[in-house]
């Protein structure tokens, strides 16, 4: 086994002295028009990359409203690309055809179902090259010799619900009036577009499709029905004759299912996935034989997680590994033994893709940059891409990685941002900003996001820092259980600990300690105003959690819940539920606390925001509460204009109190300072 060491220096992008000399913090409207890489598809000789830049409307130049739109590039080497489609033309789900010839996507186009379109790589007009007349497109998979696609497709629509709907008639039946996806293939080739494709019989709901080198089977993952919980619990692999449309077997994972890869010569599969029902996220990497469905683990109990994965042209498959709050590129032969593992120094990989070429490109991000295109040549990593240059401009603060101890001695790993400049004597203001999951983890990577302060914060004098509190992934199994039936314990413990770590070393005020978070991260950030309000002199909660009893009779995720957090049900434990309920702990709460939630969010009903905040207005008056609302948007903000005003809204609340660190202060006004331009002409 090799293993390679790439400096740091040798992967960012060095900053001109005049760069430097006019450095300035980074601000939300920076955040608001960042851009990154979004889909990437290698041609079958490898001496193309297609891709995708994903970017929001520019709310703040005066673009009209809207969510991530996705523009279709080809890269050819380092800083050489072009445009392949018109701005207005937002494709997804980029792949080259099997001769590589041209570049297919689905697009929707004006009132058109979506479809799967291509444009040939020597120019061109796009074309359609396969639809269904009655529903969109949601995934498609190429034929290995080019002459067929395979759609899946939405469910055929319901006329007689539709003509009901139309009378008034609109009453929504709970879990009971959902309906599958369909599989078709269709002929590709000749003038027309196949008029009349051909339906495959597939077995539940079918999540995603692929095809094998010899166009014998497909390889599918379905579950029962389509509610979220089942992708969760209930997943599984299968493998389909294609000729008989007939399932022959299934692959009898017993968890979560994560990266799935076909090897070159279609006998086995990759498959990243949980080694059983109470593993709380897949990460554990697995050999498939496609013969019998029999799976083996490769790195079982390791301290680590596996992310992509991609077949090398010669056999071999590469992953992406997360060992803590890094990553490694590791080659195992195909036997399962391990080949090579490289280490990409500053960079987070986060994705791979070859082609079936003999090329490898990577996505990966960096303390300096979001997502961008790499090329890997077996040692060293080339960037092909830049899509934010004028991030050169910003004056970072310092990042890495740091460790501390809990109060048990568990070893607990982190992401720090320093203020720029620097921590002054006494400590800074620090944000705890915490990941949702928990089966999740920050990587030393990219960390500055609308709901996530990071650069942001340290531009503006605070020490952000994120931690990877037990319950999160990247550091085995184990690590990844140990917060199970026992919630808002140790997880939440080891956030205060490294509240007392940071102020040791001198980085952090222990009177201006603030906490924000979403999901999970938001559970953690009402924990901390209420049950551990003394700890944290301000809070922004996002879509969180603050009654464990009835967010369990208002999620789509109760087996979830079950199975890999609380490990037992609520009237097993009325009282033990209630005690760890933020709501319980309202009569501590003396924090100031903004709390934001979609008004449709499925997964923690806003009902949970609703409850925490009339609670504190009631029972604590003076204690400062705000609840903010966003219309139409669920677990998490989608539209560029609510990712904006939560940007500005989370560091308006820190500045009035966590800066300050006066609990006391007046509340800022109802609706922040808007710095756009007006859009009319």
Do not use: C
């Amino acid at each position: 086994m090799t293993r390679t060491l790439l400096a740091a220096a040798t992967l960012l992008a060095g900053v001109s002295l005049t760069a430097t000399a006019q450095a300035r913090p980074m601000t939300p409207e920076d955040v608001a028009q960042l851009e990154s890489l979004g889909a990437v598809a290698v041609s079958p000789d490898g001496s193309r990359v297609a891709y995708t830049t994903s970017s929001l409307p520019n709310v703040i130049e005066g673009e009209d409203n809207g969510s991530t739109t996705q523009q279709l590039m080809m890269a050819y080497g380092p800083d050489n690309a072009r445009v392949f489609l018109p701005e207005d033309v937002s494709v997804s789900t980029v792949k080259f055809s099997p001769d590589g010839r041209m570049v297919s996507f689905l697009w929707k186009k004006d009132k058109e179902e979506r479809a799967v379109w291509g444009i040939p790589v020597d120019g061109g007009a796009q074309v359609k090259l396969a639809a269904l007349e009655d529903a969109g497109v949601r995934s498609y998979a190429w034929a290995p010799d080019g002459n067929m696609l395979y759609l899946l497709a939405y469910p055929a629509p319901d006329k007689e619900r539709e003509a009901e709907d139309k009378d008034g008639f609109d009453a929504v039946v709970y879990e009971e009036e959902s309906r599958f996806n369909r599989l078709f293939s269709a002929r590709v080739g000749g003038d027309e577009i196949d008029a009349a494709p051909a339906e495959i019989s597939i077995p539940g709901y079918v999540t995603s499709f692929s095809v094998t080198p010899d166009n014998r089977y497909g390889v599918i993952e379905s579950q029962p029905t389509p509610q979220i919980d089942d992708t969760y619990t209930s997943s599984r692999v299968n493998i389909l004759d294609l000729a008989s449309g007939e399932v022959l077997r299934e692959v009898a994972t017993p968890g979560k299912l994560g990266d799935i890869e076909i090897s070159p010569d279609g006998r086995q599969l990759s498959m990243v996935a949980g080694i059983d029902v109470n593993d709380p996220a897949a990460t554990t990497l697995h050999l498939v034989d496609v013969a019998s469905g029999n799976f083996r683990a490769l790195n079982e109990g390791a301290a680590e997680a596996t992310g992509d994965t991609e077949w090398m042209a010669d056999g071999k498959l590469a992953a992406i590994i997360d060992k803590g709050a890094d990553t490694i590129l590791r080659i195992y032969n195909a036997d399962g033994s391990v080949a090579q593992e490289v280490d990409p120094g500053a960079l987070i990989l986060t994705s791979l893709e070859n082609g079936g070429s003999g090329r490898m490109f990577v996505a990966a991000n960096s303390p300096r940059h979001p997502t961008e295109l790499f090329a890997f040549d077996g040692s060293s990593f080339t960037r092909w891409t830049d899509h934010n240059p004028w991030l050169s401009e910003i004056d970072f603060g310092e990042q890495r990685a740091f460790t501390y101890s809990a109060r048990d001695g568990q070893q607990i790993e982190g992401v720090l941002i320093e203020p720029v400049g620097g921590a002054p004597r006494g400590g800074a203001p620090l944000i705890m900003d915490v990941h949702g999951g928990p089966e999740a983890h920050e990587s030393n990577g990219w960390v500055t996001a609308y709901s996530s302060p990071g650069q942001v914060a340290a531009g503006q004098g605070y020490a952000v820092f994120l931690p990877n509190y037990r319950g999160s992934t990247g550091y085995g199994t184990a690590f990844s259980k140990a917060h199970q039936d026992d919630y808002a314990g140790k997880e939440f413990n080891d956030i205060v600990d490294a509240k007392r770590a940071l102020v040791e070393e001198g980085i952090a005020d222990p009177e201006r300690t603030g906490i924000t978070g979403g999901s999970y991260g938001g559970y953690a950030s009402a924990w901390g105003a209420t049950a551990l309000s003394e700890e944290y002199a301000a809070a922004v909660m996002f879509v969180g959690i603050s009654n464990q009893i009835s967010k369990f009779g208002t999620t789509d995720i109760p087996m979830e819940m079950y199975n890999v957090h609380a490990r037992k049900w609520p009237w097993e434990d009325w009282q033990g539920m209630l005690e760890v309920s933020p709501i319980y702990h309202v009569d501590k709460a003396e924090t100031p606390i903004l709390i934001m939630h979609g008004d449709s969010d499925t997964r923690v009903s806003p009902s949970q925001s609703y409850e925490l905040y009339r609670n504190i207005k009631v029972r604590k008056p003076n204690t400062p509460v705000r609840l903010v609302l966003y219309p139409g948007e669920g677990h998490g903000n989608r539209q560029a204009a609510a990712r904006y005003d939560y940007n500005l809204r989370m560091m308006q609340w820190f500045d009035t109190y966590l800066k300050t660190g006066d609990r006391d202060a007046e509340m800022p006004a109802p609706r922040p300072e808007l710095k756009i331009e007006d859009g009319e002409d």
